[in-house]
């Protein structure tokens, strides 16, 4: 069945998802906030990005409630960009109003009240205070939340040097060299030869091989500088807080809960009494 806008239950919506147009998925609901004259919801936080850890505001003015679904005439695009302010605090009137722009529909009309005070105050998980609706006073609960991202820094540099160093190299080398031998042969019958008696030289001219060493430099390899990324898991710590919510009443035992969900809002509603 489809709800308008005044019978919205804020209950129902902190349980809801936000489809877009074409039926496009953009998130779940953060928080819901209330008009402060007529007590009604006029905006929600929707769940965006990795992890859901952004949230966009959304108005409802132009939006239908089936079941778990609030259907709003907006893609996910338009709300990821849509101005984004702090959800720990009321909504000013002068940022919802830039938000009514930026939507392109309009919103209520506004008194002549505190503009601290003006504008919608949240009914969600993030705020601090109390906000009422037709049922009476309710107390939100507020928390912290460890939002975690990464920057890139300059970790060092590398550079490529390049130096001469000499090393000794020993490389064999066969060479060669003439030896002097005495060789003998008898003189053969008829060969005419000096038998004359004296004293005579003969020179030989002995030869031999030297190593002759010579260097050229030539081209041997290229060397470059390139990096890769690689990817490892941190941890990271850090301390929140948080508030609890208990039911203080001196006829029942006490009730606390780690949120104001819709198991609280039925017990608040069987007790058939304001939380205090």
């Known amino acids: 069945m ?39 919801p006029n ?31 907006f893609d996910k ?20 109003q830039r938000l009514y722009s930026y939507y392109g529909v309009g919103g209520p009309a506004y008194g002549n009240g505190d503009a601290a005070t003006s504008g919608v105050d949240t009914y969600g998980d993030a705020a601090t205070g109390a906000a009422r609706t037709d049922g009476g006073e309710y107390v939100t609960r507020s928390e912290e939340q460890l939002h975690v991202d990464t920057e890139t820094v300059e970790a060092g540099r590398a550079r490529l040097r390049k130096y001469v160093v000499t090393e000794n ?6 060479v060669s060299h003439d ?6 042969e008898p003189v053969a019958p008829g060969e005419e030869v000096d038998a004359t008696i004296g004293e005579a030289d003969s020179d030989v001219v002995l030869t031999e091989e ?26 990271v710590s850090e301390s929140v807080r948080k508030e609890e919510i208990a039911l ?6 006490d009730y606390s809960g780690q949120a104001y969900d819709a198991e609280y809002a039925r017990q608040r509603d069987d007790d058939d009494r304001p939380v205090r």
Do not use: C, H
């Open 169 to 174: 190299q020993t490389v064999t080398v066969p």
């Open 248 to 253: 203080d009443d001196e006829s029942r035992a």
């Open 77 to 96: 695009a338009t709300i990821k960009d849509a101005p984004n302010y702090e959800t720990d605090a009321p909504l000013g009137e002068s940022d919802e």
């Open 43 to 73: 905006w929600v936080t929707v769940r965006t990005g990795w992890f859901g850890i952004n949230e966009s505001f959304v108005p409802l003015e132009a939006a239908t409630f089936d079941g778990d679904t609030i259907r709003v005439p």
């Open 2 to 40: 489809l709800m308008t806008t005044a019978e919205f239950d804020p209950n129902l919506l902190l349980e809801s998802t936000v489809v877009g147009v074409d039926d496009e998925n953009i998130g779940k609901v953060g928080q819901v906030y209330l008009d402060n004259d007529t007590g009604r």
């Open 179 to 184: 030896e002097v031998r005495m060789v003998r």
């Open 210 to 235: 030297r190593v002759v060493v010579d260097k050229e430099t030539v081209p041997v390899e290229k060397v470059r500088l390139d990096t890769e990324s690689v990817t490892e898991q941190q941890q």
